[in-house]
T-cell receptor
Framework: DTEVTQTPKHLVMGMTNKKSLKCEQH?????MYWYKQKAKKPPELMFV???????INESVPSRFSPECPNSSLLNLHLHALQPEDSALYLC?????????????FGPGTRLLVL | AQSVAQPEDQVNVAEGNPLTVKCTYS??????LFWYVQYPNRGLQFLLK??????LVKGSYGFEAEFNKSQTSFHLKKPSALVSDSALYFC????????????FGKGNQVVVIP
């Protein structure tokens, strides 16, 4: 089973709201990723967690705050977002962070910031 | 740093005809190459990857890709396209001793005409 699940599927929030995106995998993977994707564009890496520790932060604004409570779960906390943050947010996981490992993606959360 | 070029924006092909989606890469050292497909309003779905060994890689849904080191290419192919293959296709590369980031191409929209 190569399933990564994400909730919610859709999210509409105002610029003053606080919300969270959730990602879960039960494949025993030890690396998890957050990507942002605009329409018809490739995904852009935001964060990488390896063995529950943040290993890469691609200079993402602090209004995005990742959290990895355990090896199966990854959260992205959102606060005071801007309309330009509207996008599809994809979670992915891989066996570990070695370069030959396949990243498996979830279906994404489509975020609209008003 | 590693990079990928997908030279065409859109590939149109008649149903039943062969489908080719082109990808060339640039990387220091040995590459790890991946193809993903994205259907509308969905996450990325892994199709196949090249790590080492046989240059012809077979993947899901009848797709295959050929690694050509001299031409630094990894073109995706399917002998007989289906209307259901209409989607956005991404080629991606990581390097053996790279920076842990998966570099995506810009994506190719494939339209299979009935």
């Amino acid at each position: 089973d190569t399933e990564v699940t994400q909730t919610p599927k859709h999210l509409v929030m105002g610029m003053t709201n606080k919300k969270s995106l959730k990602c879960e995998q039960h494949m025993g993977h030890r690396a998890m990723y957050w990507y942002k994707q605009k329409a018809k564009k490739p995904p852009e890496l935001m964060f990488v967690y390896s063995y529950e520790k943040l290993s890469i932060n691609e200079s993402v604004p602090s209004r995005f705050s990742p959290e990895c409570p355990n090896s199966s779960l990854l959260n992205l906390h959102l606060h005071a977002l801007q309309p330009e943050d509207s996008a599809l947010y994809l979670c992915a996981s891989s066996q570990d962070s070695r370069n030959q490992e396949t990243q498996y993606f979830g279906p994404g959360t489509r975020l609209l910031v008003l | 740093a590693q990079s990928v070029a997908q030279p065409e924006d859109q590939v149109n092909v008649a149903e039943g005809n062969p489908l080719t989606v082109k990808c060339t890469y640039s990387v220091s050292g040995n590459p790890y190459l991946f193809w993903y497909v994205q259907y509308p309003n969905r996450g990325l779905q892994f199709l196949l990857k090249y790590i080492t060994g046989d240059n012809l890689v077979k993947g899901s849904y009848g797709f295959e890709a050929e690694f050509n080191k001299s031409q630094t290419s990894f073109h995706l192919k399917k002998p007989s396209a289906l209307v259901s293959d209409s989607a956005l296709y991404f080629c991606a590369v990581r390097a053996l001793y790279g920076n842990n980031r998966l570099a995506f191409g810009k994506g190719n929209q494939v339209v299979v005409i009935p």
